[in-house]
């Protein structure tokens, strides 16, 4: 049972007023917040420990190297990786998933296939199809259920022969869908492609062991579980690390450089050209320890009864229509509002301290070819946020929805 | 009663928006004056009409009449349809020169300025660059440039 106004207290933030009104951040797919103690992680650092990492021989490089490995090897516990040359720091689900399909190309041919899912955010979908474009391979995008579900039977047909890569996403951030990622997993392998897992959404949401999912690669950001900005993980697993070429180079992931020739260091240093956000991914480790001792399952659950609340209070309200009905639906939500513009109706709601989003959520397939609209509003939700905080949302939003509604 | 120039409405709209009050009241101000901008026809609403670098959709339509400015313009969203409402409200119907002469402070000098994004400013620069084009080029035709 989460204690959620303790767990308040370790994010200032949550008690400033916006606009003479108290804040209720409901805007956590786009970011989350960073607590006091993956705050003061930064702090100690460059108070105490900092220097750039695997170049020095003095002390302050050897424990700022420490410092940095440590959280590597966290990240690897994290997620239930064999081990920590499994975990590459990038800066964040985008700059990894981007990573995974540079460093895929060479095994692409005319005709061969990539798949991703109508769910996608553009971060899961533009590399793969410029992938497609640069390579010849085909690039398909597969449709929903109805609900809002990926259709697994278009998965399977899907799948030829020739299917190389499936990209999915384990939790949509427009929709809340959550994928059967296990199935889709088994799916993509049995075609013997390789899947990647876009972990951006799901990392609150449930215990990742990627090992037992079976990925052969898992992408996700620190800022959306309590992290800074500007760092993230790709999983790479074993089998397929030698199948990922590097595609940015330069200090750091180099063994020996002559005119001549280059060679590499092994992974992960193949993969992190130049200085590393070190600091960030310190932070990370640290928002991680934060995760485990609030307790993951707990958060998980209490953030899903949350998002079911909202989904009930907002059903309540008249001309507000909640987009897809999946089988589990974690961290969000979008809508739309009768005769109303996201932009008006976020941008007013903001005034009274609502944090909403609104436009086009990096989904614009999603919207336009599935749902046939340009912009949504979307709430999402975290674990410091309170049921007092929906009502109060959907209050606000009650109150505002006339105003805001044009030509009636 | 003599002839109103931009600058006087102008000063009367930021005056209604200091009434107002705080940012959600000078909100809903401008949502008001939204409600207040005839509609433009379907007809109107066509791609050429379009102003680049506008989030929301903007429709516009500036020329000069015989060194009369004409202006009306219609938005896909009511926050952007009070600017025009205002713009409209200040410059159609006005002598080109009282255009040129006219600095845009409805912005900086109310609640707007912290009430739009940079996206939403970037919008709005779009469209009253728009009117200056027009009545810069209205002015060098009439110098026989």
Known sequence: MLEVEKIRRDFPI?????????LVYLDNAATTQVPESVLQTALDHYRCNNANVHRGIHRLSELSTQSYEQARQRMAGFIGAPDDRCIVFTRGTTDGINMAACGLEHLLKPGDRIIVSMLEHHSNMVPWQQCARRTGADFIAVGLTEEGDIDLRALEEALVPRTKVVAISCCSNVLGTVT?????????????????????????HRLIDVQAIGCDFFAFSGHKMMGPTGIGVLYAAPPVQNLLDPC???????DRVSLRETTFEAAPLRYEAGTPNYVGAIMLGAAADYLESVGRADIAAYEDELIAYAETRLKGICGLHILGNPQHRSGCLSFTVDHVHPFDLCALADKLGIALR???????????DVYGIPYVSRLSVAFYNTFDEIDRAADVLEQVIPLVCQGF | MGMRFPWDIQNDIIAGFEEAGDAFNQFTYLLQLASELPELPDSFKKDEALVPGCQSQVWLYVTDDNGIMRMQGDSDTLMVRGVIRILASMFDSQPIDAVLKTRIEFIDDTELASIFDSKRKAGVASIVEMIGTVAARAVRVDAGC
């Open chain 1, 358 to 368: 609104s436009g086009t959520n990096c989904a614009q397939p999603l919207l336009e």
């Open chain 1, 14 to 22: 949550l008690s400033r007023e916006v606009w003479g009104h108290s």
């Open chain 1, 248 to 254: 940015v180079f330069g200090g750091e992931m180099v």
């Open chain 1, 180 to 204: 059967p990622i296990e199935r889709i997993v088994a799916m993509a392998h049995e075609a013997s492609a390789v899947c990647l897992l876009d972990g951006a959404q799901i990392m609150r």
